[in-house]
């Protein structure tokens, strides 16, 4: 048995790396509403007849190289990208160290390439202030494909939006096409396991209390309620509670107002329930310095049935796990409402992609001219096309109508084999591509799941500072934060008693959380 526990945990953790999808920085603004569904894709209309470059024209494209799947010149969507762009195009990899490598490029900007795919924003933020790129929408006459985009897609000023600077310029290309899966959090639970023991999927947070209760009773040893990331789990349960509230500063869009959180009266009822779960071990005993691997286990050893986390999740657990138990189920359930008179049945909204292309400011008005045509041919349609599917009978095949990939031996996938969804290449894609990478049971929990999404990003998640904003940040906001995640952690604990708590909000208040306010109202100010 420990055998077969160890090959399921090696597995998940195998499937984890596969699935896993380009870090990003942080979240973007604006989609659907809730109880609505997001849209696909706008088709772009440019046509593109013959190769976008001339033969001797050169383009340098720097980009980055994932650990899971590294860089590949030989991935066939690079190979068609390539030839629809004509000329000379040279993709330069960096195959580690980014950070350091793009601190040394910046230092000599004689080096800069004429394009570059940042895989965050944070580095895109960094360096914009310094001249380093070229703005987008100061070009537009430049981008007919991207403008098409633009003028078509009811979210894409939300998107654009959640790439300012700054300095109030966007340089970072939006990526879009991603969003059903990618970067969504669900509540799952055991669907198997709820109905062997016919119990009731919780609508609200006292049914949850009370079913991880019996769940308890049924397996002592377990942790029913099975969540990680210590106190940052709070941040996806807040709007359940209020509307737009996380556990940090978070713009309120009912008040139009930046708030902070743990300030407010319905996030200390939240901690206090969740508190009193984890004092009767309905959380892992462990919760505050557990790591993913230990989760894993638990979750695999039928220890946790219920729990917060990536959608993702339902194939890593049941790919593996049904290996020894095919019965292992995992299911989406409604976000359980709040016990407040303003709760929802909502989650923050955080499926977006901060990674995209920015032109390189290289001081040479062709080659400028030249980077916006290459980034631009990506949102027409034969560029999303290419990027989405590559060539029919060589990456893919159409079954039914549907398209689907040519893969080889068992464990294949598009973005091994073919560079599907890999660094550079997924600007604009067709959204069925990128579920075509994930399992139908994986997808139609999805299409479920984005309907329990609030209408608009955290904007504390992609709002850049301008250089004085980031001093005052460094100043209160770092400072600010360690101290509040350690007493959260001991008032959870039991080592701070929670007849403190307000002593404990009038020391935030100490700490300059007025001045982070005014920096975040101000910030904020430039992107409307």
Known sequence: MKKMLALVVALIMLLSLVACTPPVSSP??????????APTTAAPTEDVSGPVFKNNE??????????????DENWKIWQYVKEAMGGKIKIEPIMESWDTKISLLMASRDQLPDVMHSANKITVDRYALDGAFVSIMDNLDKLPNFKNWVDTNPESKAYIRSRTSGDGNVYHFPTYGLHTVNNIRTWLYREDIFAKHN???????????????????????????????????????????KPNMQNKFYYDFTNNKWSYGIMEPEFKELFTLYKKMFDEQLLPVNLITMVTNDWRTLVANNQGFIFNDYLIRIDMFQNAARVDNPEFTLTAMEPPKGLTANASQLMPKTNSEYTGYVVCNTGKKDRVANAFKYVDWFYSEQG????????????????????EFILGEAGSTARTLYGVGTYGLYQLVDVESNEAQYTDES???????????EADFNPYEWI??????????????TNMDAYVNE??????????????????????????????????????????
């Not at 306010?517 to 100010?525: P, R, S």
């Open 384 to 403: 999303k096309e290419i990027v989405s599917w590559g060539k029919e009978g060589e990456t893919f095949k159409v079954v039914d109508g549907k398209n």
């Open 199 to 241: 119990l009731s999927v919780p609508k609200d947070w006292n049914e949850l209390y009370e079913v991880g209760k019996q769940l308890k009773a049924l397996y002592p040893d377990s942790y029913p309620i099975c969540n990680r990331e210590s106190m940052n789990k709070l941040s996806v349960f807040g709007p359940q509670w």
């Open 28 to 37: 973007t603004t604006a989609a659907p509403t809730a109880g609505t569904t």
């Open 487 to 528: 007493q959260l952690a001991n008032f959870f604990t039991s080592v701070r008693p929670m007849s403190e708590w307000d002593a404990f909000l009038e020391e935030i208040k100490g700490l300059g959380l007025d001045k982070m306010l005014e920096v975040y109202e101000g910030a904020y100010a430039r992107t409307k």
């Open 58 to 71: 050169e383009l340098t494209i720097l980009v980055g190289s994932h650990a899971s799947y590294p860089y």
């Open 443 to 453: 997808n139609e929990n999805a299409h479920k799941v984005i309907n329990w999404l």
């Open 464 to 477: 850049s500072l301008n250089e004085d904003e980031v001093l005052l940040k460094q100043q209160y906001e």
